[in-house]
């Protein structure tokens, strides 16, 4: 496996670019392949330069198409924008026959560039082909036991954006051994400053299988800390989308992350692909509803009870409670005649919509018109010839009216959920047989709000209203959800995310390890039903590419106390030194204090993001001593730069963030900051596994005894 780069540390030759051309430098691979860069990023401009001088003035009918036209115009030429320090290309693929035709003796083979997106030159003949296309596959799965026709596989090196290095593999050679890329753990292992990045250059053979996994059906993904599976989810997304483009534009596509400084971490991964419409957000943020501000915040016990799957048939029951059986026959006076509709039928008609079992406000639509049937068939008993135009008049008339607001009233979500937690008789009647009196009395408000608006509602709560609201009128449903860090959702938070995916699909990811909620996902089938997507195939990933083994292996210590029976990560990457715990020259936090500054200090001395995890409770304290040692820090969600790469992160927003270096600041206090032991020891997990190069952890307490 040849490779050549001007440093010699990345590769096994070297070869140094001469600096003007001559017949020695258009015979080396490596000036050819940058003479291709430079033509691809030619032609790049180009087609950049083509859409901006687009004129749609003669071709739109009206101002709105022209609106709409000349969005999707500035979206185009927002995809093809050449990032300077990006690579167009990462890859090369040498078939040794063209794809697609029959593998003859003889047939000439075709070589592809392989890059984030697709760049043709002015003919219309490919320069570069997007990632996700058919023939761009093998350069992630072909090996030399499955060569699939490839010759030669090349993957090319790069130092801010200039083309520097190029590795060769040849596959379908039998006399050249499979030997591990250098350039490939180069990249894997690269520092990381600013937000995430993605991995199209370095994607493995069993993430490429789900990143390809149709549409049409499901998958949760469980992996461990460093084995890529958020990335694979927004890889995933990005591939969806080429392949179902008309698809996914008219139906909509969803990440969904466990908060905003998650999500702020990974949203110029989709856009850096060229895919500009992808959706973020967080459960908080889809129940959220105009008017309502949560306010307040629930204890454990209360907030397990309303993330209880049970509380849907509760809500369930308190809905349909408010249709009422008639009282009285139904008298409809139109001209000079009246028309009478006895209250036996009138309950029959009622009684038929609820069997139905369909949503509450699309039955009282209905309601008015079957009613009108009702008289339109005696007119025609009388003789009479209504049409369509007379039953709608009378689904319109006051009388009917009055009657479907008496039998089937109005419900409004968020005032039900008040009168469930407000009063005792209301709830009880509906939570008969499901919710124990103990588990009635947590969810009953000490003191009840009179209003809506006055109401002290907490997240849990929304997720009811939501509930409430489905119940009433129909969610709307998305062509495609990714669910991340899933592991921390309730059931009642898996039900609101299968709401808006019950058309489409859903890509789960999530580390039965890591869930640090009271009411975390247990099993993996278990969440999939509340999701509404039992049938969604369950990967895992269980090869670590991210996180340094000696760290992963310490870290792994916990699982037989967090998760009997999951299987620790297998790192790829064997980093010596990686990995130092260290006590305080002294058993008390002001002595801890001082040695996790200078322990950041030391840290900021390598190349690429530091950061200082710990629990809640010291966040001030160590906020207060970084800013005295003159080191200034971000917060989580905040972009690292190279002059600013120190970020003080709380225990609890520590999930699904890295960074090249950790220092984690006493992992009892971590365990401690935690209702529960299990969910202290889930929660250290999470914050030992950040790291992508170095783990330092300090501590004045002994540590967990899991760890010892």
């Known amino acids: 496996m040849p490779a050549y780069a001007p440093d010699p540390d990345t590769a096994t030759a070297t070869a140094t670019a001469p600096t003007a051309p001559t017949a020695q430098a258009a015979a080396d691979p490596l000036t050819r392949e940058r003479s291709h860069l430079t033509a691809s990023r030619a032609a790049l401009r180009a087609m950049r330069e083509d859409v901006e001088a687009l004129d749609i003035r003669d071709v739109t009918a009206n101002w709105v198409n022209a609106i709409v036209l000349q969005a999707q115009i500035d979206d185009r030429i927002k995809a093809l924008a050449d990032l300077a320090h990006t690579p167009l290309f990462f890859g090369r693929l040498n ?13 000439e083979g075709e070589q592809f560039y392989i890059g984030r997106r697709h760049v043709h030159d002015a003919g219309g003949d490919p320069m570069v082909i997007d990632w996700r296309a058919p023939v761009s596959q093998p350069f992630y799965r072909a090996s030399k036991t499955d060569p699939q026709d490839i010759a030669l596989r090349r993957r090319f090196g790069y130092t ?68 890529g599976k958020t ?29 905003r400084s998650f999500l702020h971490y990974i949203e110029q991964v989709l856009p850096a692909l060229g895919e500009l419409e992808v959706k973020q957000a967080t459960v908080d943020d889809l129940v959220a509803r105009d008017g309502l501000e949560v306010r307040g915040t629930d204890p454990a016990a209360t ?37 009478r509709v006895p209250a036996y039928e009138l309950a029959e008609i009622v009684e038929e919509l609820q069997n ?46 009055a009657a479907v607001k008496a039998v089937w009233p109005l419900v409004e979500p968020a005032k039900l959920l008040l009168r469930l937690l407000s009063d005792p008789e209301f709830l009880a009647l509906h939570a008969q047989g499901l919710l ?49 860090e899933a592991q921390d959702l309730s059931p009642m938070q898996y039900r609101a995310v299968g709401r808006r995916c019950t058309t489409g699909s859903a890509t789960v990811l999530g580390d039965l390890a890591q869930g640090t909620t009271p009411w975390a996902t247990r099993s993996w089938d278990e969440a999939l ?35 009997p029976g999951l299987a620790p ?114 929660r250290l997990y999470v914050c030992l596994t950040r790291a992508v190069s170095g783990l330092t952890a300090l501590h004045a307490a002994p540590l967990p005894t899991a760890l010892t």
């Open 95 to 107: 078939y040794l026959h063209a794809p697609g035709a029959e593998l003859a003796e003889g047939a």
């Open 160 to 227: 801010g954006g200039e083309l520097t290095a190029y590795e060769d593999e040849h596959l379908s050679d039998p006399a050249e051994a499979a030997a591990v890329s250098k350039l490939l753990q180069q990249e894997i292992e690269r520092p990381r400053v600013g937000p995430m990045r993605d991995i199209v250059a370095t994607i493995q053979p069993e993430q490429d299988e789900i990143v390809r996994s149709g549409l049409s059906g499901s998958v949760c993904v469980q992996g461990g800390p460093g084995t």
């Open 231 to 259: 990335a694979v989810g927004l890889h995933r997304v990005a591939y969806l989308l080429y392949a179902h483009r008309d698809r996914l534009a008219r139906t909509g596509t969803l990440v969904i992350g466990p908060n």
């Open 303 to 339: 907030a397990v009870v309303k993330g209880d799957a049970r509380m849907a048939e509760v809500l369930r029951r308190a809905v349909r409670s408010h249709v009422t059986a008639p009282t009285g026959p139904l008298m409809v006076v139109r001209g000079s005649r009246r028309w």
């Open 356 to 401: 139905r079992d369909i949503r509450y406000g699309a039955a009282r639509d209905a309601l008015p018109q079957r009613i009108a049937h009702a008289v339109l068939v005696r007119m025609e008993q009388a003789g009479e010839a209504p049409d369509d135009r007379v039953q709608d008049a009378v689904a319109r008339n006051a009388a009917v009216k």
């Open 436 to 484: 124990s009196d103990e588990e009635q009395r947590l969810l009953l408000w000490p003191k009840p709000f009179r209003s809506v608006k006055s109401a002290k509602w907490s997240a849990a709560d929304l997720v009811l209203i939501d509930e409430a609201a489905d119940l009433v009128e129909r969610t709307h449903s998305l062509g495609h959800v990714v669910l991340d």
């Open 529 to 563: 039903t509340h999701l509404g997507k039992p049938e969604a195939v369950l990967e895992e990933l269980t090869a670590g590419f991210r996180v340094p083994r000696e760290v992963i292996a310490y870290a792994s210590r916990l699982l037989p106390s967090i998760s």
């Open 569 to 682: 990560v297998s790192s790829v990457r064997e980093t010596p030194g990686s990995l130092t715990i260290s006590p305080a020259p002294a058993a008390d936090l002001g002595a801890l204090t001082t040695a996790v500054i200078e322990a950041c200090r030391a840290s900021l001395t390598h190349e690429g993001s530091i950061g200082l995890i710990a629990a809640d409770a010291r966040i001030p304290e160590l906020a207060d001593a970084l800013l005295a040692a003159d080191l200034p820090y971000l917060s989580p969600g905040e972009e690292t730069t190279a002059q600013a790469r120190l970020t003080l992160v709380p225990a609890s927003l520590a999930k699904g963030l890295e960074y090249d270096y950790v220092v984690l600041d006493e992992p009892a206090a971590i365990v401690a900051g935690e209702p529960d032991e299990r969910t202290g020891l889930r």
